[in-house]
Structures are given as C-alpha cells and as structure tokens.
C-alpha cells in the first residue's frame, strides 16, 4: 500500500490510525480489520472483521 495513502486514511469508526497488515488495515484502538480488494481499502464499519490482539 501506498505510504501517501496509508498517511491519510483513519478508521472511519474512531478516526484513528491504521496499520498495513497482511494486505488489511488494522486499527487497534477500535479492534477491528478492514480488509483490502483489487488494491482498494473497503473502509464499511459493517464489513470490517472484529481481531483479537
């Protein structure tokens, strides 16, 4: 994932940063991974996946 990009984004939930993971993007404030298709961030609070940390 693009740096620039990585630097702008915010979990749409908190608005607080996201970690590059595993082709995901991970908040850890709010527990929660967005998962990344055909290089596009799906950033839908419903669609994210609750992570155990």
Known sequence: M???LLEI???PKCKGD???RDNS???HK???R???EDDIPI???DE???IEE
């Open 9 to 11: 984004l915010a979990c």
């Open 43 to 45: 950033m839908l609070i």
């Open 25 to 27: 993007l991970i908040c």
């Open 34 to 36: 967005y998962r990344i």
């Open 48 to 50: 994210a996946e609750k």
């Open 30 to 32: 709010c527990k929660l």
């Open 18 to 20: 996201l970690e590059f």
């Open 2 to 4: 693009d740096k620039k």
